[in-house]
């Protein structure tokens, strides 16, 4: 950490260069790869950012005002969904605003120090999210399966444990992976191939032969990712079991409806992610890696917002009451 801290500290300005000292060449800084040279796409793969980005910014602010300002909505599910809500406006204004500007600047570069935040906030808002959507499957269990028992297991001091680990994990992760890959020497070219500093593509640009922090941290990363899914699966497990024993039509489209969403983003969320680290890497650019990377740091905010703020009744419900107050007054 010492020594990521040291390289750092060479940085001059934001414009990606290379410096030769005494046979070592210091890199201070990087060029994002765009998703297009033509510049009438690079406005549309702005506009289309920038789309997604509002729908995801005005969902999540939604959400997490709502349930701050309504006090019927102070309950564990709401409060791992508006933990949720803040983990997302982070995770995608990390990443998509930059790849904004660098569309419409035509500039793609970033500093090294940018870079290596990125890396550090993307690994920490990624892993607590995985966690925290873990967290809300049992809560999902725990009301459908257990509902008697609901109130002494999902206490409020419970709720903020796991809240504050699910952060706390993430930032550990997020330590580990940016200190690991910017401890090891960058040669040249210094072209990331990605709309945004990430693992892989920085493992394809370094010039050490091996890597076994960095290895030892992506199989750290996946195994919290195989673990989360398994315990969500088998919630999702218990769930669907107790909801197909409801008797009436009415009370099982209820349930599915507010499960299956939240199971559908967390598979698209975990697979994407994984199959972008695990895979082989690639000599020359490659169309998969874009879109890997676009649906698991984009889809699961935009989806979330979406979700949780257009198709949940008690959000309408708050929302309507929320306007109906600003009206009288």
């Given at each position: 950490?010492?020594?990521?801290?040291?390289?750092?500290?060479?940085?001059?300005?934001?414009?990606?260069?290379?410096?030769?000292?005494?046979?070592?060449?210091?890199?201070?800084?990087?060029?994002?790869?765009?998703?297009?040279?033509?510049?009438?796409?690079?406005?549309?793969?702005?506009?289309?950012?920038?789309?997604?980005?509002?729908?995801?910014?005005?969902?999540?602010?939604?959400?997490?005002?709502?349930?701050?300002?309504?006090?019927?909505?102070?309950?564990?599910?709401?409060?791992?969904?508006?933990?949720?809500?803040?983990?997302?406006?982070?995770?995608?204004?990390?990443?998509?605003?930059?790849?904004?500007?660098?569309?419409?600047?035509?500039?793609?570069?970033?500093?090294?120090?940018?870079?290596?935040?990125?890396?550090?906030?993307?690994?920490?808002?990624?892993?607590?999210?995985?966690?925290?959507?873990?967290?809300?499957?049992?809560?999902?269990?725990?009301?459908?399966?257990?509902?008697?028992?609901?109130?002494?297991?999902?206490?409020?001091?419970?709720?903020?444990?796991?809240?504050?680990?699910?952060?706390?994990?993430?930032?550990?992760f997020g330590a580990m992976y940016s200190g690991s890959t910017f401890s090891?020497?960058?040669?040249?070219?210094?072209?990331?191939?990605?709309?945004?500093?990430?693992?892989?593509?920085?493992?394809?640009?370094?010039?050490?032969?091996?890597?076994?922090?960095?290895?030892?941290?992506?199989?750290?990363?996946?195994?919290?990712?195989?673990?989360?899914?398994?315990?969500?699966?088998?919630?999702?497990?218990?769930?669907?079991?107790?909801?197909?024993?409801?008797?009436?039509?009415?009370?099982?489209?209820?349930?599915?409806?507010?499960?299956?969403?939240?199971?559908?983003?967390?598979?698209?969320?975990?697979?994407?992610?994984?199959?972008?680290?695990?895979?082989?890497?690639?000599?020359?650019?490659?169309?998969?890696?874009?879109?890997?990377?676009?649906?698991?740091?984009?889809?699961?905010?935009?989806?979330?917002?979406?979700?949780?703020?257009?198709?949940?009744?008690d959000m309408k419900m708050s929302l309507r009451k929320l306007l109906t107050?600003?009206?009288?007054?």
């Amino acid at each position: 950490m010492l020594r990521l801290f040291f390289i750092s500290l060479q940085i001059i300005d934001r414009t990606p260069h290379s410096q030769n000292t005494d046979n070592l060449t210091v890199v201070t800084g990087f060029y994002l790869m765009g998703f297009s040279n033509t510049w009438e796409l690079q406005v549309l793969h702005a506009m289309s950012f920038l789309l997604i980005y509002l729908v995801a910014l005005i969902g999540n602010l939604l959400i997490f005002t709502l349930i701050t300002l309504d006090g019927h909505l102070h309950i564990p599910m709401y409060f791992f969904l508006k933990n949720l809500s803040f983990l997302d406006l982070c995770f995608i204004s990390v990443t998509v605003p930059k790849s904004i500007e660098n569309s419409l600047s035509r500039s793609c570069s970033i500093s090294f120090f940018g870079c290596v935040l990125q890396v550090f906030l993307v690994i920490l808002f990624a892993g607590s999210e995985i966690l925290l959507l873990m967290v809300m499957s049992y809560d999902h269990y725990i009301a459908i399966c257990q509902p008697l028992h609901y109130e002494s297991k999902m206490n409020k001091g419970f709720c903020m444990k796991m809240a504050t680990s699910s952060w706390l994990i993430g930032g550990l992760f997020g330590a580990m992976y940016s200190g690991s890959t910017f401890s090891l020497p960058f040669c040249g070219p210094n072209e990331v191939h990605q709309c945004f500093c990430d693992v892989p593509s920085l493992l394809r640009i370094s010039c050490a032969e091996t890597h076994t922090a960095v290895d030892v941290s992506v199989a750290f990363g996946i195994t919290l990712g195989i673990f989360c899914c398994i315990a969500t699966c088998i919630s999702y497990g218990h769930i669907f079991s107790t909801v197909l024993k409801i008797p009436t039509t009415e009370g099982r489209s209820k349930a599915f409806s507010t499960c299956l969403p939240h199971l559908i983003v967390l598979v698209i969320f975990i697979t994407t992610g994984m199959l972008s680290y695990i895979k082989p890497p690639l000599d020359s650019d490659s169309v998969l890696d874009l879109l890997l990377s676009v649906l698991y740091s984009v889809a699961p905010p935009t989806l979330n917002a979406v979700i949780y703020s257009l198709r949940n009744r008690d959000m309408k419900m708050s929302l309507r009451k929320l306007l109906t107050q600003k009206h009288f007054l």
